[in-house]
Nanobody, 120 residues
Framework: QVQLVVSGGGLVQAGGSLRLSCAAS????????MGWFRQPPGKEREFVAD????????HYDDSVKGRFTISRDNAGNTVYLQMNSLKPEDTAVYYC?????????????WGQGTQVSVSS
């Protein structure tokens, strides 16, 4: 059973930056592909970015490409989401999730979410 704890959200002005962290425990972190998702107010949860087990492959939603960077530290059991040039439409609750072996697998484990609010 993998536990994920998300931190780093907050309120920031448009154009600012935040870094989210997701600390994993209870499993072998390097066995899991990791993803970041978000749920804007009144909308469905949506994909943001994912990263392979080694960190060598990443994917981004077009809405964040060039502004957000996903990375991971397998020694520290943590995945990060660096968010730059934030826009009001990035306002959402952000979640990290873990999928066994590949980003194509079902995300079985989810963190608790952290609120990111971007003011205009």
């Amino acid at each position: 059973q993998v536990q994920l704890v998300v931190s780093g959200g907050g309120l920031v002005q448009a154009g600012g930056s935040l870094r989210l962290s997701c600390a994993a425990s209870g499993g072998t972190f390097s066995n899991y592909a990791m993803g970041w998702f978000r749920q804007p107010p009144g909308k469905e949860r949506e994909f943001v970015a994912d990263i392979s087990r080694s960190g060598g492959t990443t994917h981004y939603d077009d809405s964040v490409k060039g502004r957000f960077t996903i990375s991971r530290d397998n020694a520290g059991n943590t995945v990060y989401l660096q968010m730059n040039s934030l826009k009001p439409e990035d306002t959402a609750v952000y979640y990290c999730a873990a999928a066994w072996l590949t980003t194509g697998a079902k995300y079985d484990y989810w963190g608790q979410g952290t609120q990111v609010s971007v003011s205009s």
